[in-house]
Nanobody, 117 residues
Framework: QAQLVESGGGLVQAGGSLRLSCAASGTIFKINIMGWYRQAPGSQRELVATIQRGNVKYGESVKGRFTISDDNATNTVYLQMNSLKPEDTAVYYC????????????WGQGTQVTVSS
């Protein structure tokens, strides 16, 4: 099986920056897509960004402020978050669609990002 482990969340003032990391480990034969979703209290989980063979996709609310990147050698995906706003406060979840002993969707445990005004 595979696991996703996130790091890098925390508390930051509005206008500040944070960088999230997510490393996929375990038995991994191929990764199709990795990305980030977030969920604020009382809200549905929403897309932040995904990356698939170099192609990136962003949620509308983060375009121009967040940048997703990956390191295929280490099966790690990063999310650089700049110009953070209080409305970016949420639990951020790493996601991967990958081939372990079978194809599957995997989620990390989540990391809290809090942006103070």
């Amino acid at each position: 099986q595979a696991q996703l482990v996130e790091s890098g969340g925390g508390l930051v003032q509005a206008g500040g920056s944070l960088r999230l990391s997510c490393a996929a480990s375990g038995t991994i034969f191929k990764i199709n897509i990795m990305g980030w979703y977030r969920q604020a209290p009382g809200s549905q989980r929403e897309l932040v960004a995904t990356i698939q063979r170099g192609n990136v996709k962003y949620g509308e609310s983060v375009k121009g402020r967040f940048t997703i990147s990956d390191d295929n050698a280490t099966n790690t995906v990063y999310l650089q978050m700049n110009s953070l706003k209080p409305e970016d406060t949420a639990v951020y979840y790493c996601y991967a669609d990958l081939l372990s002993w079978s194809w599957g969707h995997y989620w990390g445990q989540g990391t809290q990002v809090t942006v103070s005004s």
